[in-house]
């Protein structure tokens, strides 16, 4: 394997690792804006700067001067959503480019609206393209791209309206500005402000990685978190935005002050002790007068697997219906039928199938059942 010497620091690597990538290794971060480890290198923001000293490449390669980038910013940072985890705002600041000095007239763009989600603000952009190079190359959708030349190159639709794409909602990640933000969580909070904690998707099977934030005991925003085996960078938009529901006039927050707080006994608040026992009583007094069978569970597809064993351990336990998750029943047939026929060795992780030579899809949906599973078979 190659040997590099960076900043006088020795580091061996596999072929065809990127400088950046190597220097990342040894805590050395070479200032970067258009490259992500999903997308590879495309030498479009020009900011990363490498001296090679010896090779058949010498002198400084790709280099350029962030204040260049901030000449049309609107450094509107106090009002804007990526405020604190802003690559741009880091960097800047890390160049020593806190004044600016170019007096001239900024160029100025119109913002479009891209749906309910994602909030468009142009002016902030560095032509990165980031943006673009996810939602055509990695994600396959076409209605978001780049347009027109030179100072008036333009990241957004051909007319405005609502993203396709089930993955948009990582455009408000992958943009190291605030070009694309999180709408629904808009002017809620800086990342400081929020607690943020790991946490598992639990809209599919999949069980993407993701991180939680919350602020005021109530969940406002949930991002990626990155897992080779399983999502890699990116979640579908149904993990990100899965916890809010849409109302005729907004988003609404399962926190909401209308939402009952305790639970009821005939419509009058109790504690949660006093409603357990009762709601045992009720269900002991039943099983005794009418026999076991007349007690029947319901269960739900969403519920977790521990939630789904705990239940069918009491029906069993007592004797009791169920449960049933209301699936059809031809499904539920297919389904077992299916697992049935399969080979353990056959489980493959997402970033194996990114791998495999070919894949049979035999009556499945992956888009609508499991995205990112459709987003592993594209890659």
């Given at each position: 394997m190659?040997?590099?010497i960076?900043?006088?620091?020795?580091?061996e690597?596999?072929t065809g690792?990127k400088v950046?990538?190597?220097a990342?290794?040894?805590?050395?971060?070479?200032?970067?804006?258009?490259y992500?480890?999903?997308l590879?290198?495309v030498g479009?923001?020009?900011?990363?700067a490498?001296?090679f000293?010896?090779g058949?490449?010498?002198g400084?390669?790709m280099?350029?001067?962030?204040e260049?980038l901030?000449l049309?910013?609107?450094?509107?940072?106090?009002v804007?959503d990526?405020g604190g985890h802003?690559?741009l705002?880091d960097l800047t600041i890390?160049?020593?480019?806190?004044?600016?000095r170019?007096?001239?007239k900024?160029?100025?763009?119109?913002?479009q609206?891209?749906?309910?989600?994602i909030r468009?603000?142009?002016?902030r952009?560095i032509q990165?393209?980031?943006c673009s190079?996810?939602?055509?190359?990695?994600?396959?959708y076409r209605?978001?791209?780049?347009?027109?030349?030179?100072s008036?190159v333009?990241?957004?639709?051909?007319?405005?309206?609502k993203?396709?794409?089930p993955?948009a909602?990582?455009?408000?990640?992958?943009?190291?500005?605030?070009?694309y933000?999180d709408?629904?969580?808009?002017f809620?909070?800086r990342?400081?402000?929020?607690e943020?904690?790991?946490s598992v998707?639990?809209n599919?099977?999949?069980?993407c990685?993701t991180v939680?934030s919350?602020?005021y005991?109530?969940i406002v925003?949930q991002?990626?978190?990155?897992?080779?085996?399983?999502?890699?960078?990116f979640?579908?938009?149904r993990?990100?935005?899965g916890f809010y529901?849409a109302?005729q006039?907004?988003?609404?927050?399962?926190?909401q002050?209308?939402r009952?707080?305790y639970p009821r006994?005939r419509?009058?608040e109790?504690?949660?002790?006093?409603s357990?026992q009762?709601?045992?009583?009720?269900?002991?007094?039943i099983?005794?007068?009418?026999?076991?069978?007349?007690v029947?569970?319901?269960?739900?597809v969403?519920?977790?697997?521990?939630?789904q064993a705990?239940l069918?351990?009491?029906?069993q336990?007592k004797?009791?219906?169920?449960?049933?998750?209301g699936?059809?029943?031809?499904?539920?047939?297919?389904?077992?039928?299916?697992?049935?026929?399969?080979?353990?060795?056959?489980?493959?992780?997402?970033?194996?199938?990114?791998?495999?030579?070919?894949?049979?899809?035999v009556?499945?949906?992956?888009v609508?059942e499991?995205?990112m599973l459709a987003?592993?078979m594209?890659?």
């Amino acid at each position: 394997m190659p040997k590099l010497i960076i900043d006088e620091q020795e580091i061996e690597v596999p072929t065809g690792t990127k400088v950046i990538d190597a220097a990342e290794k040894l805590g050395i971060v070479i200032p970067r804006f258009c490259y992500h480890p999903a997308l590879g290198s495309v030498g479009a923001c020009r900011v990363c700067a490498v001296k090679f000293l010896e090779g058949p490449i010498k002198g400084v390669q790709m280099s350029c001067v962030i204040e260049l980038l901030m000449l049309n910013h609107p450094h509107d940072c106090p009002v804007c959503d990526e405020g604190g985890h802003c690559l741009l705002q880091d960097l800047t600041i890390a160049g020593g480019h806190g004044i600016r000095r170019f007096k001239g007239k900024k160029r100025t763009h119109n913002d479009q609206y891209l749906g309910p989600l994602i909030r468009h603000e142009m002016n902030r952009c560095i032509q990165c393209y980031r943006c673009s190079r996810f939602y055509q190359e990695f994600a396959g959708y076409r209605d978001l791209g780049v347009m027109q030349i030179g100072s008036r190159v333009y990241f957004g639709r051909y007319k405005a309206g609502k993203l396709e794409s089930p993955f948009a909602g990582n455009l408000t990640d992958i943009c190291p500005t605030g070009v694309y933000t999180d709408k629904p969580s808009r002017f809620i909070g800086r990342r400081w402000d929020y607690e943020r904690s790991p946490s598992v998707c639990i809209n599919c099977s999949l069980g993407c990685h993701t991180v939680v934030s919350a602020r005021y005991r109530q969940i406002v925003r949930q991002e990626a978190k990155y897992s080779e085996a399983v999502n890699g960078h990116f979640i579908c938009d149904r993990g990100r935005y899965g916890f809010y529901y849409a109302g005729q006039d907004g988003f609404y927050y399962a926190g909401q002050d209308e939402r009952p707080r305790y639970p009821r006994i005939r419509g009058k608040e109790s504690s949660w002790e006093n409603s357990l026992q009762a709601a045992f009583v009720g269900l002991e007094r039943i099983s005794r007068e009418s026999g076991p069978a007349a007690v029947a569970c319901v269960g739900s597809v969403r519920s977790s697997l521990e939630t789904q064993a705990a239940l069918k351990r009491l029906c069993q336990t007592k004797g009791w219906q169920g449960p049933v998750y209301g699936m059809d029943l031809d499904i539920e047939v297919k389904v077992k039928t299916a697992i049935s026929e399969l080979d353990p060795d056959l489980a493959v992780s997402l970033r194996d199938l990114e791998k495999a030579d070919y894949i049979l899809a035999v009556g499945v949906d992956p888009v609508n059942e499991a995205p990112m599973l459709a987003m592993a078979m594209r890659q």
